[in-house]
């Protein structure tokens, strides 16, 4: 099973360590194009931080990113499953799986990045701040420029097995499932379900759908379950305990109690 999660806003930043180094990442075949984004973004935000800011969609706030980002070639560097720390990271808690689920979580989670193209969770990066929604002059909008890569490394890690889409919108146009892949493929919708005067009421929840997500994987990195179908996905999901819904590749998770 190959699980595609999306990143976090939310980034540790490590006080010490060695930077990235690009040669020693996952899917080598993304060297150069990360190199590519790595070289433009830096020489942005060191040339220019109001231009910086105002690509990379920067509040006041944050303009502390734009520093940051120009210092990427020098920065400590972190493993990335320690690096994300957004909702859906949190309630996944890597860092207290035990260890078969540790492993498994290694060589089934992939997380995509406008930056880095994805990773694996052993993978070292330093924090940054660089959305796939991001359009830079010189690479464009990185979702289409990431494409075209994508499309070839990952021909070489999808194998055979259930591919599990959780990714937002902005990082799925990075990469879509075709063909044969897409018929082993599944995503998932996180839906309250409330009644309000006496009628069952369905919404689209964003906080609580990175949470439900993050503990659902959770689930079955500790449970060991390895399905190959969306079908047999639905059946592991319900006897962890989530109400599930299926309709071919789409689930439906369904929450009444959010935390």
Request: with cysteine; aromatic share 4%; charged share 25%.
């Amino acid at each position: 099973m190959l699980v595609l999660l999306p990143p976090s806003e939310g980034k540790a930043t490590a006080v010490r360590g060695r930077p990235v180094a690009l040669d020693g990442l996952s899917l080598p075949g993304l060297g150069a194009a990360r190199e590519a984004v790595l070289d433009e973004l830096v020489a942005l935000c060191a040339d220019d931080e109001d231009k910086a800011a105002e690509i990379l969609g920067l509040s006041p706030g944050l303009r502390g990113e734009v520093a940051k980002n120009a210092a990427l070639r020098t920065a400590p560097a972190m493993p990335a499953g320690r690096l994300y720390t957004g909702v859906l990271y949190d309630a996944l808690g890597l860092a207290t799986l035990d260890a078969a689920a540790k492993r498994r979580a290694a060589r089934s989670l992939l997380v995509f990045s406008g930056l880095w193209g994805a990773v694996r969770l052993g993978d070292r990066i330093p924090a940054y701040r660089c959305s796939m929604a991001v359009r830079l002059p010189a690479a464009g909008g990185l979702a289409a420029y990431w494409k075209p890569h994508l499309e070839r490394a990952l021909a070489e890690v999808v194998g055979g097995g259930l591919v599990l889409d959780l990714r937002s919108s902005a990082y799925a146009g990075a990469w879509r499932a075709q063909g044969e892949v897409g018929s082993r493929t599944a995503t998932v919708r996180v839906l309250q379900v409330a009644v309000v005067d006496g009628v069952e009421r369905r919404s689209v929840v964003s906080h609580f759908n990175k949470a439900t997500k993050g503990r659902l994987v959770r689930a079955l990195m500790t449970s060991g379950a390895s399905p190959r179908t969306p079908a047999a996905l639905a059946r592991d999901l319900r006897d962890l305990g989530f109400t599930v819904e299926s309709d071919g590749g789409r689930l439906d998770v369904l929450v009444r109690d959010l935390h």
